[in-house]
């Protein structure tokens, strides 16, 4: 009987021997494979050179961030390799860096914005980018702009060039504002979903799709008064960097259509009789002209230049292993969630265990928090602002510099701060609380599915499958008051208030940062590096370096990142590019997958879904 088990065994290992066989042969197929192509890019790269009187191509794609999400060491080299990509995020400080080194480097002349493939970026982000690029033409040096299409964005930064080229078959695209949400109220009562609502302030909007079909009276004044106020910014900044008339950059349909038969129906054209852009020329124009005005490369037929890639790889500092007295920095970027979360977002207990190690480094003197968020969970938020309490009784000053957006709960964790900078087009306040919970018992019962049950008390039997009773709902309404109460008070302890001066501001009603400087929620005007200066002062420190605190990546992440990116420039365009309808659908998950994220312990949030602007 012993032949049996034996044949059986012989099977098992054939099998296995095939199987492993297999599996070691792909194996060795990727990783020498990829190891080829390793051999291949370093046999094949040559030093970076930049040559006298050369270009600096601003060539920025995707977005701009103040932090870079966490993604995939793979998905990000595919994404943000040395050549960019419009699915890929990019530094806000890098580009500043970059743009200030190229001031004081007597190699660069002129600086090009190639902006084809720049997406998200708030306008306060874009005015810090012009600042610097106002100081580098301040230092006597050009700047450039080339495009064959500008949108809003795009247009904004192409502002601050001393020429805007435009491509004979291009246009500019100058829309204005907006701000459109969609209602569910109708949707939610044909599926027989009951929407609980529980919310402080007049103007908190978040919840309001699930409760009307159509923009509260309250939400469609503050939204229009802010819409108004960040646009005259806007406006302000390019008609005084074009010299025109703010009135003539977006024209209502008559005056367009005038405009438009003037050029004959040609938009390039009108673009020029407009004075948005200087002069039309194609790629082979332009060329020519950046041959006459920095000369030829020694090997190709372009211009003499260097992308912004590569020159930020030549520029980096290296670090530095004598540590001194520095002004810590730490992003807060993105919702508010509670817990643990990675790079690019914020957690409560990840956030503000990067603010304890701040505290505990002791070359840390002082600390500029970067906040960039729309807020999320009151816990959360709560808790990095204790921690931040915590920072400051510890002898080390902080400093809140705003981004783009710092309201509900990013003003939350602000408030506490020895000083507040915000830039003019700063979203900011949204003080105000909600709640909400959806259950689904009449939707269910439609379909004859039933709940019922026993508990020991009400509390117990709470279930998205039965419904809120009018006591439990008071009771949850209470605490959302109370949350209300805890908001509205910290700000007036903090900014120095009385309850009722905050609750006149508050409300859940969003600011600009210009108009939050008059009523007192911040402090002074200016981005980062002012807010940086302030840290130092306030620490007395004269002499100091900058240091970012952040998640680092573990060693091994770092080596896969750094290995896919030095050879993603040889994978096919395909693979870093996402089609159009890869975008459609994450820009339509995109909110769903945030509400799905919210996990404040006790349901209630902090939070500002009225604060995208389009």
């Known amino acids: ?282 790629d082979e124009e332009f060329r020519k002209v950046m041959l006459d005005t920095v000369g030829k490369e020694k090997s190709g037929d372009s211009f003499k230049q260097v992308s912004f890639y590569d020159y930020l790889t030549l520029v980096t500092p290296l670090p530095s292993f004598v540590e001194q007295d520095s002004v810590g920095i730490i992003v807060a970027s993105g919702t508010i969630l509670n817990g643990n979360q990675p790079a690019g977002q914020i957690g409560g207990d990840s956030t503000a265990e990067l603010l304890r190690k701040a505290r505990f480094d002791k070359h840390i003197k002082a600390l500029v928090l970067r906040v960039d968020s729309p ?65 689904f018992e009449d939707s269910l019962a439609s379909l004859g599915i039933h709940t019922d049950g026993v508990s020991t008390s009400e509390w117990a039997g709470l279930s998205v499958t039965r419904t809120l009773s009018p006591q439990i709902e008071s009771v949850i309404q209470r605490h959302i008051e109370r949350g209300y109460l805890d908001f509205i008070s910290l700000v007036a302890k903090e900014r120095k208030m009385t309850l009722e001066q905050v609750d006149s501001i508050a409300q859940g009603r969003v600011w600009s940062g210009k108009k939050a400087l008059e009523l007192g929620l911040v402090d002074e005007l200016g981005d980062i590096d002012q807010a940086v200066a302030k840290a130092a002062k306030l620490a007395d420190l004269s002499l100091f370096d900058t240091r970012v605190i952040e998640q680092e990546l573990t060693p091994e992440q770092r080596f896969v990142q750094q290995m896919f990116a030095s050879v993603s420039a040889y994978l096919p365009a395909s693979l870093s590019h996402s089609t159009l309808l890869e975008q459609m659908l994450a820009q339509w998950t995109g909110s769903l997958k945030t509400i799905a994220a919210f996990n404040d312990p006790n349901h209630v949030y902090v939070y500002c879904d009225s604060c995208a602007i389009n």
């Open 1 to 282: 009987m012993s032949a049996n088990p034996s044949f059986f065994k012989r099977i098992c290992l054939f099998i296995w021997n095939t199987l492993n066989g297999i599996r070691k042969f792909i194996l060795n197929l990727i990783f020498f494979g990829f190891l080829a192509i390793i051999l291949i890019t370093i046999g094949s790269s040559e030093d970076i050179q930049v040559e006298e009187n050369s270009a600096l191509v601003l060539n920025l794609a995707g977005s701009i961030v103040d932090q870079k999400q966490q993604v995939d060491p793979i998905e990000a080299a595919l994404k943000q390799g040395n050549n960019g990509s419009s699915d890929g995020e990019i530094l806000l400080a890098d580009i500043i860096y970059v743009i200030d080194n190229a001031t004081h480097d007597n190699r660069i002349s002129t600086i090009v914005l190639d902006l084809a493939e720049l997406k998200r970026a708030g306008i306060s982000k874009l005015q810090s980018i012009g600042d610097a690029l106002n100081r580098f033409k301040e230092s006597g040096k050009k700047v450039v702009a080339i495009g064959n299409y500008y949108e809003q964005n795009q247009y904004f930064l192409a502002s601050f060039a001393d020429t805007i080229y435009l491509n004979p078959q291009g246009s500019v695209s100058l829309d204005g504002l907006s701000m459109y949400n969609q209602y569910f109220k109708s949707a939610l009562e044909k599926l027989k979903i009951k929407a609980h609502i529980f919310r402080v302030g007049t103007f908190k909007s978040a919840v309001e799709p699930y409760m009307r079909d159509d923009m509260s009276d309250a939400a469609r004044e503050a939204s229009s008064a802010l819409l108004a106020d960040v646009w005259q910014s806007y406006t302000q900044t390019v008609a005084e960097n074009r010299q025109i008339d703010a009135n003539t950059l977006v024209l209502d349909s008559a005056n367009y259509l005038a405009q438009l038969d003037k050029a004959e129906g040609d938009s390039a054209t009108m673009a020029i009789n407009m004075k948005w852009v200087d002069t039309l020329a194609t």
């Open 375 to 439: 807020g999320g969970s009151a816990f959360a938020s709560e808790q990095i602002r204790q921690e931040l309490l915590t920072l400051k009784a510890a002898g080390k000053p902080v400093v809140v510099s705003m981004g783009s957006l710092a309201a509900s709960g990013g003003y939350w964790i602000s408030a506490s701060a020895d000083y507040i900078f915000a830039t003019p087009t700063t979203l900011t306040g949204s003080i105000g609380i909600f709640g909400m919970i959806t259950t």
